[in-house]
């Protein structure tokens, strides 16, 4: 099983810029497909990137698409959200997960470790 470890949340202006990172332990990291989600006080958890074991495919949800980015680095065990453009509805906890597959998926059913979140705040 991956442990998983995120850090970079903070607060920001909206247009302003995060990095998000999520650091791994466990030796299937190369095998698992890492996504990211957040949650709003009073919303579910929603998936809004996800990357495949080899970083050869990945996802960006509609509302983050043309603002966020995902990369993986597999030889340091990192997964990284690049956020651009933050909007106040960005406001969230977010997390990484880590899926016992390649591939990708946007559901939270599909990801069985967790790590503790990170909070990202997004006001003027």
């Known amino acids: 099983q991956v442990q998983l470890v995120e850090s970079g949340g903070g607060s920001v202006q909206p247009g302003g810029s995060l990095t998000l990172s999520c650091v791994a332990s466990g030796s299937t990291f190369d095998q698992s497909a890492i996504g990211w989600f957040r949650q709003a006080p009073g919303k579910e958890r929603e998936g809004i990137s996800c990357?495949?074991?080899?970083?050869?495919?990945?996802y960006l949800a509609n509302s983050v698409k043309g603002r966020f980015s995902i990369s993986r680095d597999n030889a340091k065990n990192t997964v990284t959200l690049q956020m651009n453009s933050l909007k106040p509805e960005d406001t969230a906890a977010y997390y990484c997960?880590?899926?016992?597959?390649?591939?990708?998926?946007?559901?939270?059913?599909?990801?069985?470790?967790w790590g503790q979140g990170t909070q990202v705040t997004v006001s003027s």
């Open positions: 997960a880590a899926r016992d597959y390649r591939y990708c998926s946007a559901n939270v059913h599909d990801f069985g470790s």
């Open positions: 990357i495949s074991s080899t970083g050869g495919s990945t």
